[in-house]
């Protein structure tokens, strides 16, 4: 089993990248912002408390998205791996997706960082709200709150990873299929 975590502020194309890694390597997609704009598009309880989390730019509670992130695993129990895009997002999730994974006698196997500079991501999330209808992406006051949230909570993440050993950082600049070729050689490499 292969499992990768794609991690990188917002904007920075955890989406994108994942929905072509996905078919090259087979691996289940846990996307954990989609699953939350599932929960609110079908109005369930959870969804309308997510809604107004997510529009201020904050982070939902962990227990919430590490029983949505418990659940899917269950249900992939035959899965071939899973690539994780947008979670684990603080270090209490990291350490729980771990336990998770243990139980299953499983681990994180990669993690592949996008780097992308701070104005380039603001364009990119500005531009996507004109189209997307997330509410979080029409306000920069918003996108700049989610960026502090990213560097309070999220970046130490990282941290976590590198002492495992199993952190590489990847441009996230530059064209898709660029970005989607250093990525694949990333994985690659890894199991060689
Ligand atoms: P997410 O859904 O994870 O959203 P994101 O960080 O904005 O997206 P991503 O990085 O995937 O960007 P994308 O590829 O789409 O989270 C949204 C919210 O959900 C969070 O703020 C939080 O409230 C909540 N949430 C989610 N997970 C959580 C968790 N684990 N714990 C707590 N709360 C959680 O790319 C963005 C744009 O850039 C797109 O328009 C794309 O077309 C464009 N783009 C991509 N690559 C490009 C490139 N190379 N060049 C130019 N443009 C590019």
Redesign the pocket.
Known sequence: MFNLVLF?P???????QATNLIEKYKLVHL????L?RSEIANKTPLGVEAKK??DA????PDEV?IGIIDNCLDKNAGANGFLF??????IT?AKALDKLLELKKNQINLVLALQVNEEELVR??L??GKTSGRS?DTSEEVIRK?FQVYTNETEPVAQHYKEGEKFKAIS?E???DE?FANLSNAIDEYNK
């Open positions: 990188g917002p904007g920075s194309g955890k989406g994108t996307s954990t912002g989609d939350l989390i997510m730019g904050q982070l939902v998205v895009d947008g979670f684990p997002r603080t999730q990119r999330l531009e996507r979080d989610r996230g530059g064209s898709v970005i």
